[in-house]
């Protein structure tokens, strides 16, 4: 007699993977400041972003809820008179034409199934994606409001940079 064949461990993740469903994207926290000296001749400027997860989300297994907190920078500093740049230098927040940095509580609803590693895991993988775009928007309206006119935050490197693609 032959044996049902039980799905194996990537299986059963990337099925409750798709089960998955983001709940809220929240703002709670936002830092701007620009320097209107440093920011002439915007094609001579050169940006640096960064996204981080805030300690370990948090997974509770009796309802399926996760969440955890997502910070995003964005500073935009003068283009460095060499060919080698300090990236140390400048990405020191003192030197920034354009600095933002902006904190997200991130809720998704995931199968009761999840052990905490695999919420961990799901949460790392996914959540700075979901977030992105809403920065992206923030760092928009805070530049319209402020009259600035920045050009629109990239979409393919940062989401490169996240996947670790070095193309």
């Not at 299986?11 to 701007?32: F, G, H, P």
């Not at 997860?53 to 297994?61: M, N, R, T, V």
Request: proline share 7%.
């Amino acid at each position: 007699m032959a044996k049902a064949a039980h799905p194996s461990s990537k299986e059963s993740y990337n099925q409750a993977v798709k089960e998955a469903k983001l709940l809220d994207i929240r703002l709670t926290e936002s830092n701007w400041e620009f320097d209107l000296s440093k920011l002439r001749e915007i094609d001579q400027l050169q940006k640096f972003t960064n996204q981080s997860i805030l300690d370990a989300p948090h997974f509770s297994p009796e309802n399926g809820r996760l969440f955890g907190k997502v910070v995003c920078n964005l500073l935009i500093t003068p283009n460095p008179a060499t060919d080698e740049p300090d990236v140390e230098a400048q990405t020191e927040t003192s030197q920034a034409a354009v600095f933002c940095e902006a904190t997200y509580i991130v809720a998704f609803d995931v199968p009761k199934t999840f052990t905490s590693d695999e919420a961990t895991k799901f949460f790392e993988s996914t959540a700075k994606f979901a977030v992105w775009p809403y920065f992206r928007s923030h760092v928009a309206n805070l530049a319209a409001q402020s009259r600035l006119e920045l050009p629109p935050l990239p979409l393919t490197t940062l989401l490169q940079r996240i996947r670790g693609d070095t193309d």
